[in-house]
């Protein structure tokens, strides 16, 4: 018997939820959650932030945080407790989404895979890495950039080399004729809402069967995979 799947998706701030909402409302992917009977919930944080080192239960009771990395290991721990063994017949999944900004990806994975043993997870477990930010996978889609900016400036667009870590969402902003070093000196929650705009304005219009960013088609094989 297939089991009916739910996913717990984590995610690093506002502007991956905002994508996530609307990407899980494209025409395709809503046919694959009727047909799998998947239900889902997103979980943002403030942040990517680093792996903080808890060993103890009381120390993981105790200890706030707000990023995501922060917050992994509990989290991880808490789902195992919740979830595992299932007794109410669910498949349960989590998928991590986060940039990779400048990091090794090889490395990360590992300290990643590393926190999962740590915790005696039992739980399947994926991670998706946007390289190098989350606007890779937008840059990936100009049509859909497009369509949501009939003005944007299409060289700056074509200029841009995929998943290259060149600055991304600076390179979307001055295609669309916004003052980075303005915005930049003014304030960071400025940046932040401008990119849950961009997230709410051009996923709708992505074709997500084509695009040039290498992430974003290992997300789509990730999400093909659940």
Known sequence: MTLPIHIEFLVEDASFEKFLMKFMNIDSIQRKIREKDISYNV???????????????????????TTLLGNLKKLIKGYNRTFCP?????????????????????????????????????????????????????LGDINAIQKAYPNVKLQILQSYVNDSICGTWETLAKALEIDVSKLKKNSYSLIGTLKCTWAENITPYMNIDNNQSKSFNIFMTKIKEL
């Open 86 to 138: 299932s007794q109410d017949q669910i498949d349960y999944r989590i998928m991590v989404v986060c940039d990779l900004d400048d990091k090794q990806e090889k490395d990360f994975r590992s300290t990643l895979d590393n926190l999962l043993k740590e915790c005696d997870n039992s739980l399947h477990v994926c991670f998706s890495f946007a390289i190098e930010e989350l606007e890779a996978w937008f």
């Open 43 to 65: 979980h943002s944080y403030r942040g990517l932030g680093s792996v903080i080192n808890i060993s103890s239960s009381k120390e993981i009771s105790t200890f706030k945080q």
